[in-house]
Each structure stands twice: as C-alpha cells, then as structure tokens.
C-alpha cells in the first residue's frame, strides 16, 4: 500500500490522528459555469481526516476510527452525493457537491459528532483528493468550532 502524506496543519495539540478512506461516488454540479461537470460522472474519492486534541477518551482514543469511517463512508459510499440532503439544493451555489462543498461539509458531520465528546477533539483539516492531480484541503477558522 502507498502511504500518502498530505499539507500539514500547524496545531499545538498533543495528539494528531488521520484516517485515510476511499469513497466512491458520484456527482454532477448544477450549473453552466461548471461545463463538463454539469453531467453525472463518478470520481474514487481520497478523504484524509486529521483531528486532535490534548486528552484522550476513557479507553484510550481520540476518536475510534470506525466512528470517522461510519460518518463519511458508511452513507455516502456508492452513492449519487446529488441525492443526499447535503448537496441536494440546486438553487444554493453552496450545496452543489463541488470537491471544496464537499471538504466543508464533511467536515462540519465530523466536528459535530466531536463535539459531543467530553475530551472535545478537534478536526484540524480535512483533505479530498478528487483525482490524482487534484484535491482541496479544508482547515477551519476558530469560530468555525463553534457549530
């Protein structure tokens, strides 16, 4: 297996976790000014997920990896992201499931799941890859964790 090594967030955080997955999926970007990508085509979309945080839970994680995994794989994997609520209003520029919607929006799934915990992780960044030349990096601002 190639290991990836990907842009990395400054953070002062003692623990950093990434999880790698593959997500294979369909899109299709409803407008003009997306030219070829107004059609359904399908991408093996690379997500890398970084979070961190100084203290860990009560058996030892900063997050199961599974949890990672069932947000972001279990329910858009082998699906058209145009039908998942999330990406499904074509009247808002912001929900059409573009690589950089996609990186935001999985990432706000993720940190609100975070939230919950009471050690309080962060998701520092959030990286898709979209094809092998071309992915988008996510880092939020500050005010951002405050979802």
């Not at 842009?7 to 299709?28: C, G, I, S, T």
């Not at 991408?43 to 995994?69: E, P, R, W």
């Not at 706000?108 to 959030?126: D, F, G, M, R, T």
Request: proline letters at 5%; a negative charge.
């Amino acid at each position: 297996m190639l290991h990836q090594f990907y842009p990395q967030v400054p953070h002062e955080y003692r623990y950093e976790l990434n999880k790698d997955m593959h997500l294979a999926a369909a899109h299709f970007i409803p407008s003009e000014a997306a030219g070829k990508c107004q059609d359904i085509h399908g991408h093996t979309y690379v997500i890398n997920i970084t979070v961190a945080g100084d203290q860990l839970d009560s058996s030892g994680f900063l997050i199961d990896f599974k949890i990672l995994k069932s947000l972001i794989h279990r329910p858009f994997d082998h699906t058209l992201l145009n039908d998942h609520e999330l990406f499904s209003n074509e009247e808002d520029s912001w929900s059409f499931p573009t690589t950089e919607v996609i990186a935001g929006k999985f990432w706000k799934l993720i940190q609100s799941e975070l939230n919950e915990l009471a050690h309080q992780p962060k998701c520092v960044q959030l990286l898709v890859r979209e094809t092998p030349t071309s992915y988008v990096v996510f880092r939020p601002k500050k005010e951002d964790f405050a979802i």
